[in-house]
């Protein structure tokens, strides 16, 4: 009976042309991303993932000996596909929260990077505390520690989600929002890159350690933890042979790396 | 197996998540039944008026309005919406000068707007096949006895159109009720948006079944109340058939 | 004329709208045979002796015609590969199977596409008398053969017409897709506007394609149906 259903599921799979996952020994590694996040991931006009974390994540996979894919997952379904098993390893500037520790595991921290307030150019004021910006509309990219700090601190602001964080900015841009709290440097980008100088960095928040962790690191199922301590032994040695700074030179003025 | 069985079911349920939750699901729902009610109703009026534009023997308007419910019907709604909510907001500068950004500016607005468009060019395709499916008999009939051509449509044309285009008009509301799920794309926390956010902060997946059950509910219940509705109107016709 | 270097230049979004049209059509084409063809099965089990089999594909076609389009995409993106998943660990299989997003949309809309088809289908049965199939038999054709030469003719002939209507909501339904994580023509447009900040051009690009889609299937439409039409004056 059992070997009849087996072959059942193996026939549909095979059927619906499903390629099983090589088992335990990591060969191929996939990468989910959401790539609506320059510099870090942005989708170039061939539809190709680019920015710091797919350079980054190729040399970490050059150290492990492994080929690489790169998925693009809009942020919302982003855990739970890792979970699925769409891919291995969520490797989206996602920061280490005790939240989502209760669903994956984390790879060491790889970057830091400030959060802060954006506004458009015409607002001058530089005041973002809770009682300065209430009323105000306020967008951020939805199920991200942004989303989580507006619903703590500033309840008495219009909070918009989004699927993207290109959406709050285009929203910005045109008006529609008085602010986006943000990732400065996705932030800056933005502003320097395709707002044509609508907006500009109204400041810098305070971390919250309960909400923010110490940084951004990778994502990985429970079960993966060979996954997550090849992870970390690459992050470790691109720290120490200077890959890591050579590739964020390239993309960054100041160094990310936190520590 | 039975482990598993247990498993599976706190994957459909989870009662504590309706305790906590609850009330968003209840606020979405009230989202999706306002810009829903309000979009059917322009949709309706706005179908009047692209309808007689179709049947009018002027060719530029009946152009004009094929070429209106070409294109609504032959998009996605969602690239509409797309359109409306991102495209008002590029063309900001004009909407400011012609005093309309207030309206753009909100997606609230934003989908009422797409989707009374939207609803408008299916209902008035409704409507144009039940009006032609009115025998031109009776129109000659109805002109033989002397009446006003205003008079035939109101006491001919029109109740005889309005009992053929009930049915299908209860069924573009349905298909309404369920396209606006497509407002939380666009920040709006409907039913669709509240679900997501739940979604979001607990990756609880038993949320996305409750929004159905919710919507599956609503939809059976216009389902036979429209029913009912569609036998009261239509009685004297079965009779009449019999 | 920015625009047309946004689109046409070396460097336009041109390809990526190609692409995603493209998969926006293999998308729905990927899904027509699944999709009718599980429809066909459901309504014939709909109109079978057994009340449970009924009652069943009754159920089925209520729930995926009463919710929205977009969550029925989530349930089944998400909720088919959980159920996968704790079937394969309950049958302690090794090997993990994954549904790629392709097959997850094709998947996913097939089962919308026969929930929406089945009523079609039960309608076109019910239009062919039984005589006809007796006829069949009569002559001494097989089960099969009086299907495929008597039956089939007369009810595709009577099916067209909504199956036609089903392709059109199909085909603005792999726009839903974008959602999830597949690169299709709406998806295209939307990596598109979000980079260049020009949304009006590229989500009109999108729309004209849809048009374009969605007038050519018009055409087709009316062909196919002139066809099966012939002998019926």
Redesign the interface.
């Known amino acids: 009976m059992r070997e009849k259903m087996l072959l059942t599921v193996v026939a549909l799979a095979l059927a619906a042309g499903i390629s099983p996952a090589s088992a335990k020994e990591w060969k191929t590694v996939r990468f989910g991303m959401d790539a609506s996040y320059a510099p870090f991931e942005s989708v170039d006009t061939k539809g190709d993932i680019i920015g710091f974390e797919v350079d980054y994540g190729k040399a970490l996979c050059e150290k492990m000996k492994v080929t690489c894919t790169f998925q693009n997952q809009d942020w919302?379904g982003i855990?739970?596909s890792l979970?699925a098993g769409k891919f291995d390893v969520i490797f989206s500037s996602m920061n280490i929260t005790a939240e989502r520790k209760k669903?994956v595991i984390f790879s060491d921290m790889y970057y830091a990077t400030p959060i802060g307030f954006a506004a458009q150019a015409s607002n001058k004021s530089n005041d973002f505390s809770p009682e300065a910006l209430k009323g105000k509309s306020i967008?951020t990219q939805?199920?991200t520690i942004h989303?989580n700090y507006l619903e703590k601190y500033y309840k008495n602001s219009d909070v918009?989600?989004?699927?993207t964080q290109d959406e709050p900015n285009?929203?910005l841009?045109?008006?529609?929002l008085d602010y986006v709290l943000g990732d400065l440097l996705v932030e800056e980008d933005f502003i320097n890159n395709k707002g044509n100088g609508c907006c500009r960095i109204v400041g810098e928040i305070k971390r919250d350690p309960e909400i923010h962790g110490p940084g951004v690191g990778a994502a990985f199922r429970p079960d993966d933890t060979d996954l997550r301590d090849m992870f970390n032994k690459a992050i470790a040695e691109t720290d120490a042979n200077g890959t890591y700074d050579k590739i964020q030179g390239k993309y960054f003025k100041k160094s990310i790396r936190g520590k | 197996?039975l482990q598993?069985a247990q498993?599976?079911l706190s994957?459909i349920f989870n009662f504590d998540l309706l305790q906590e939750y609850g009330w968003r699901l209840v606020a979405g729902l009230k989202i999706t039944f306002e810009v829903v009610t309000i979009s059917v109703l322009i949709g309706f009026v706005l179908s009047y008026f692209v309808c007689s534009a179709r049947m009018s023997r002027n060719v530029i308007l009946s152009g004009a309005a094929v070429a209106y419910s070409?294109?609504f019907?032959?998009?996605?709604?969602?690239?509409?919406l797309?359109?409306v909510y991102?495209?008002?907001?590029?063309?900001?500068p004009f909407l400011t000068d012609v005093g309309l950004?207030w309206f753009f500016?909100d997606?609230y607005y934003c989908c009422i707007f797409t989707f009374s468009l939207n609803t408008a060019a299916y209902q008035s395709e409704i409507l144009r096949g039940a009006l032609s499916s009115v025998p031109k008999g009776q129109i000659e009939a109805g002109a033989s006895l002397g009446l006003s051509t205003y008079r035939i449509a109101r006491h001919i044309v029109w109740p005889q159109a309005f009992l053929i285009a009930l049915r299908p008009l209860g069924n573009e509301l349905i298909s309404m009720?369920?396209?606006?799920?497509?407002a939380?794309?666009v920040?709006l926390l409907d039913l669709?948006g509240q679900?997501?956010?739940i979604?979001?902060?607990t990756?609880d997946?038993s949320v996305?079944?409750y929004?159905?059950v919710i919507?599956?509910a609503i939809?059976?219940l216009i389902r036979r109340v429209w029913g009912r509705i569609d036998k009261a109107f239509s009685r004297h016709v079965i009779a009449a058939a019999r | 004329m920015d625009w047309l270097g946004l689109i046409f230049g070396p460097d336009g979004w041109g390809g990526l709208l190609l692409n995603g049209a493209i998969v926006t059509i293999l998308l729905a084409l990927t899904t027509i045979p699944f999709g009718f063809g599980f429809g066909l099965a459901l309504a014939v089990l709909k109109l079978s002796k057994s009340g449970i089999v009924r009652g069943l594909c009754e159920g089925y076609t209520?729930?995926f015609?009463?919710?929205?389009?977009?969550?029925s995409l989530?349930?089944v993106y998400?909720?088919l590969q959980?159920l996968i998943d704790?079937l394969s660990?309950?049958l302690q299989l090794t090997t993990h199977i994954e549904l790629g997003p392709f097959v997850a949309g094709v998947i996913a809309l097939s089962v919308v596409v026969a929930a929406y088809s089945s009523e079609v289908w039960v309608a076109a049965l019910k239009s062919v008398p039984r005589g006809q199939q007796e006829a069949g038999q009569a002559l001494g054709l097989d089960r099969w053969k009086t299907f495929a030469l008597v039956t089939w003719p007369q009810l595709i002939r009577v099916a067209l017409p909504g199956l036609g209507n089903i392709w059109?909501v199909l085909l603005?339904?792999?726009?839903?897709v974008?959602?999830l994580a597949l690169v299709d023509l709406?998806r295209a447009?939307?990596e598109a506007?979000k980079n260049t900040?020009?949304?009006?051009l590229f989500?009109?690009a999108?729309?004209a394609i849809?048009?374009i889609f969605?007038?050519v299937s018009g055409l087709v439409q009316t062909r196919l149906e002139k066809r099966a039409n012939r002998g019926f004056a």
């Open positions: 919302d855990i739970p979970l669903k967008g939805s199920s989303a918009k989600l989004y699927p285009l929203d841009a045109s008006g529609r | 197996m598993t498993d599976f994957f070409t294109f019907r032959g998009t996605p709604l969602l690239c509409q797309y359109l991102y495209g008002a907001g590029e063309i900001r950004w500016r997606a009720i369920k396209a606006s799920a497509l939380a794309i920040t669709m679900t997501r956010f979604f979001a902060r990756f997946f996305y079944l929004a159905a919507y599956l939809v059976e | 209520t729930f015609r009463g919710i929205p389009d977009l969550l989530f349930i998400f909720g959980a704790r660990s309950a059109m603005k339904d792999t726009s839903l974008s959602t709406l447009a939307s506007s900040t020009r949304p009006i989500y009109s999108a729309a849809y048009l969605s007038i």
